[in-house]
């Protein structure tokens, strides 16, 4: 980045901060926070420092006008102290981090900036569930990172004061991971239908967990197969790995004839029917768990984006979302700073892939151009453009 550019992004940075406001986290004075100056050459974090060192944080951002801005999810006895073991930690929010490049099924060097978006955004609604209907978790701050993905912090109480392990242990949850079908299965000896011996039935537990998840998934499939003609229910069932003519057709018999049996949550109604529950098992695991960033919630000590801070990597806005208005939320919309919209910037492009903000698509030639200014700072940010003389 050549240091006109430099200087113009500091300098914009500084309006941004002067002209907005934001929020700060509970217990502010208890953590630490950090920052990365826009320095030339290699980029260095000055950090442990508290709110004391700082003083006022809106008056240090627009004095300091920061490429990027952090807070510790951990409250400390002493913030400020230059080592970690000095600190005296007390508690930690539990965070999650989703980064669009770490997606499965996401390929950066493929997809536009504005597709990987979309696809970490199903991942959070992903993950939220999980975090809100298995866990039971109120007291929720969602926000987007400025960057590539999002943040989920976790607020509520009992939860701050969680160990390493036991937070690795929600990761395992939320990723799936290690979680096999036959875990989820309980065992009993019932009296077979005519035979002398006790025969074995598995079922899902339909009250919690992964296993209430399968159930449901495999009660919904079942539904649809019954509602569907039997061409189209057939049809859909040979479209499963393993599930030929023959076993299509038993399983759609033993869903006609055992529905209250599978309601109840039993997959042991016919040898076919418990490959098909496998295979739902298989896609509710793929398509319900979330791909979070386990390092960022087992790090008790994390640092994390500063909401209503600047991302300097995109010039986009670390923003809090209200859960009620995430559905609607575009990042490409909603995050770029009003401040930066009204007039427009003479830049020189990389010729690289277009960009999308605000509605519009930009592209960026290899050479001298014209754009609004929030694109210009976007771009440079990115280091796909240099400012240029106006």
Not at 1 to 8: L, Q, S, V
Not at 37 to 52: I, Q
């Amino acid at each position: 980045m050549e240091e006109r550019t430099r200087a113009y992004l500091r300098g914009r940075f500084g309006d941004y901060y002067r002209r907005s406001e934001r929020a700060l986290p509970p217990a502010a004075e208890r953590r630490e926070w950090g920052y990365i100056p826009w320095s030339a050459g290699a980029t260095t974090m000055v950090r442990h420092e508290s709110v004391l060192d700082l003083g006022d944080i809106d008056d240090f951002l627009a004095r300091e006008r920061p490429r990027h801005v952090y807070f510790s999810a951990a409250r400390y006895r002493d913030p400020g102290a230059g080592t970690m073991g000095g600190k005296g930690w007390q508690t930690a929010d539990l965070v999650f981090d989703l980064d669009a490049d770490h997606l499965p099924g996401v390929d950066p060097d493929a997809d536009s900036y504005a597709e990987m978006l979309r696809a970490c955004k199903a991942e959070l609604l992903d993950l939220l569930a999980l975090l809100e209907a298995d866990f039971g978790f109120e007291n929720l701050q969602v926000v987007f990172s400025g960057g590539r993905g999002y943040h989920v912090h976790v607020r509520d109480p009992g939860v701050c004061e969680l160990g390493r392990e036991a937070r690795r242990e929600i990761v395992a949850y939320v990723r799936g991971a290690d979680v096999a079908f036959e875990d989820l299965l309980t065992t009993e000896a019932v009296a077979g239908m005519g035979r002398e011996t006790p025969a074995e039935k598995r079922s899902l537990d339909p009250t919690g967990g992964w296993s209430r998840r399968v159930h449901r998934r495999i009660v919904s499939t079942v539904d649809d197969l019954l509602a569907a003609d039997r061409e189209a229910a057939l049809a859909r069932l040979e479209a499963f790995d393993g599930i030929g003519e023959g076993r299509a057709s038993a399983i759609l018999r033993a869903a006609e004839r055992n529905y209250d049996e599978i309601e109840a949550g039993n997959v042991d109604v016919h040898p076919a029917f418990l490959t098909f529950a496998r295979a739902l098992f298989e896609r509710t695991l793929r398509e319900e768990s979330a791909a979070i960033d386990e390092p960022v919630t087992t790090d008790v000590n994390r640092l994390i984006r500063f909401p209503g801070s600047l991302h300097g990597g995109t010039g986009l806005v670390v923003t809090p979302i209200d859960r009620a208005d995430l559905d609607g939320f575009d990042p490409l919309v909603d995050a770029v700073p009003e401040q930066f919209v009204g007039h427009e910037v003479r830049i020189r492009g990389d010729g690289g892939p277009p960009v999308q903000l605000r509605g519009e698509t930009f592209r960026v030639p290899d050479a001298v151009t014209t754009v609004p200014e929030y694109a210009a700072v976007f771009l440079m940010a990115r280091g796909r453009a240099e400012k240029e003389r106006e």
